[in-house]
């Protein structure tokens, strides 16, 4: 795939999405205060600030630098001295996991990896922990230090040292471990969330991550979420994914064809004449145009692959049926996470 040039799109459209079918573990606490998520949105770099209760901003960039694309990636460093790592900030997730010395794994290897014995403040906490994956899969133990998120230290921290990182999905990524913001209720092995650590030591407060949709239009017609549906918004998930009959209706409207690698291309000249997607959120339309939901790649510096944004994603119940707000959407608007009550706000971005 990498020979073909095509290796970029697949990852995106195999991206290891974060709403998933892990072990949880809830946990007691509960968020009080809100924390806003400041996003502004160019064409080659999402820049995001977080307001903290001092006046500290956390900027997260892009890593993909396709038009509309956006994986949200910051620098935070782990123990005393620092040790530095590139990580994603996730909303769909709640767990801080970064790869560790004892890992073997291709994918280990050639990030950046933590050292436990060269960090004065590193407790072992010992117990083991797996997070599976939508693709991808990890295992390895739990530890305790402190962690530094723009110059906000956490004390006691629990987070994932990684040992196994098996298969091709961590191998291509652009960062090295990944910082979940989701609720407490939704980690691994009773963690606490970094943010949520933050909040009880009076440094920070937390996102919130849902939203329900009212319907979802085409060309301004109701197509789907007719009475209402489910949906979270989630910085984890590069693209927009729902239920598979309605995806396929989607597909089948752009005329996209699945190729191989199981990415859905459609004719890139066809993108002017393709219709506009708007999601009703509480009564508000959210459009999308096909500039905005088709990914485009230059293929040997000439040949264009354009791809459909939209993916099947059958959750289950109780969680499901649900449909996820990725990257390709969240891209495109100002988004407001309230944690403190329990909602999310969007707006659209003026140029």
């Not at 933590?114 to 990890?138: E, H, M, N």
Request: charged residues 15%.
């Amino acid at each position: 795939m990498r020979e073909r040039g095509v290796l970029s799109t697949f990852w995106k459209n195999h991206h290891f999405d974060m709403m998933r079918y892990s072990d949880t573990c809830p946990v007691a606490t509960q968020a009080s205060e809100p924390l806003v998520n400041y996003m502004d949105v160019s064409k080659t770099r999402v820049r995001v600030s977080r307001q903290l209760l001092a006046t500290t901003l956390t900027d997260l960039l892009n890593y993909f630098s396709s038009p509309g694309q956006a994986e949200y990636a910051g620098q935070i460093s782990i123990g005393t001295p620092p040790q530095n790592f590139t990580v994603i900030f996730d909303t769909g997730s709640s767990n801080l996991w970064v790869p560790s010395s004892l890992c073997t794994s291709h994918a280990c290897e050639i990030h950046n990896r933590y050292l436990s014995t060269k960090s004065t403040s590193y407790q072992a906490d010992g117990r083991s922990f797996s997070i599976q994956y939508g693709t991808g899969s990890l295992t390895g133990i739990l530890g305790i230090d402190k962690v530094t998120v723009q110059g906000i230290s956490v004390s006691q921290q629990k987070f994932g040292e990684s040992v196994s990182e098996p298969g091709s999905t961590f191998v291509d990524a652009n960062f090295d471990g990944i910082l979940g913001l989701g609720y407490p209720s939704i980690a691994v092995g009773g963690a606490p969330p970094v943010f949520d650590n933050m909040m009880a030591q009076g440094l920070v407060a937390l996102p919130i991550f849902s939203v329900y949709l009212n319907s979802i239009k085409v060309n301004g017609v109701v197509k789907f979420c007719r009475d209402g549906c489910q949906a979270i918004v989630d910085t984890g998930t590069s693209l927009l994914t729902g239920p598979s009959g309605d995806i396929k209706v989607i597909q089948n409207l752009l005329s996209a064809q699945s190729l191989d690698e199981g990415v859905d291309a459609v004719e890139c000249g066809n993108i002017p004449l393709l219709p506009d997607i708007t999601f009703q959120i509480n009564g508000v339309d959210f459009t999308m145009t096909p500039s905005a939901y088709i990914q485009m790649e230059t293929l040997n510096g000439e040949m264009q692959l354009c791809t459909s944004g939209f993916q099947a994603m059958d959750i289950p119940p109780p969680a499901g049926p649900l449909w996820i707000l990725g990257d390709v959407f969240i891209a495109q608007f100002y988004a407001v996470f309230d944690r403190g009550n329990n909602r999310v706000g969007l707006a659209k971005v003026l140029p």
